[in-house]
């Protein structure tokens, strides 16, 4: 959800960011554009780490990239400064896309079959909650006593409940790294488990087979 909760942070307050920063039309639209740049290819790139290194690990290093691209957006507005925004929507947009690769691989690990399109709908209805919930609470936090407080802290303000939502994004992910760690541990267990039952049945069956072999064979010498 802090994902989609700070992607339309632009649009939320994009006559102030204008206004306030002195920014053209074209120049406010490189808010997308250095989040958009990064994904043509690095989605791409981001299976091939979850290949790699998992779900769980490349997952937490996305959404800590998420968290570490609203902080920078976050002190840009503190300090009033247009490209430091900039680069917080870059590093932002590098976590960002990538998530949602993970997202997929490891709600297919999770749940099968008739679960999987509820499980699927999921992942989209809930960070577009988060885009409904930003789009109305952004534009009142900064409009919240704005006349005892400078332009800067307006948008520091309201860029910084974005980052208490990736936090908070942060915190979900490393329960989930936690949970599902230890369901493949359970899961493995079980397998092992299952395959020693088999072994052991397979191993019984061996044995009756030898048993009988060797009846038969014995009933055949006392016979000659």
């Not at 091939?48 to 998992?54: E, R, V």
């Not at 290093?61 to 009033?80: D, V």
């Not at 919930?133 to 400078?150: K, M, Q, T």
């Amino acid at each position: 959800m802090g994902n989609n909760f700070c992607y339309d942070y632009p649009a939320c307050l994009k006559g102030e960011i204008e206004l306030e920063f002195d920014v053209s039309a074209a120049k406010y639209g490189y808010l997308y554009s250095v989040y958009a740049i990064p994904n043509l290819i690095l989605p791409l790139f981001g299976g091939i780490l979850f290949d790699k290194y998992g779900n769980r690990v490349c997952l937490l290093w996305f959404t800590s990239l998420l968290m570490l691209g609203q902080g920078i957006f976050t002190f840009g507005g503190y300090k009033m400064k247009y490209w430091v925004m900039l680069l917080g929507r870059a590093v932002f947009g590098i976590g960002s896309e990538s998530m949602y690769v993970g997202q997929a691989s490891i709600v297919s690990d999770w749940f099968m079959n008739y679960e999987m399109p509820l499980a699927m709908a999921m992942t989209s209805c809930i960070p577009l909650c988060g885009s409904f919930i930003g789009g109305s609470i952004i534009p009142r936090v900064y409009y919240h006593n704005a006349e005892d407080l400078d332009v800067s802290q307006q948008f520091g303000n309201s860029f910084l409940i974005g980052l208490l939502v990736t936090i908070f994004s942060l915190c979900t992910m490393i329960t989930i790294y936690f949970l599902d760690r230890i369901s493949e541990e359970h899961d493995t267990k079980l397998l092992n488990e299952m395959k020693g039952i088999h072994t052991s049945q397979v191993s019984k069956e061996k044995d009756k087979k030898s048993n009988v072999e060797d009846t038969i064979y014995s009933n055949c010498e006392a016979e000659t």
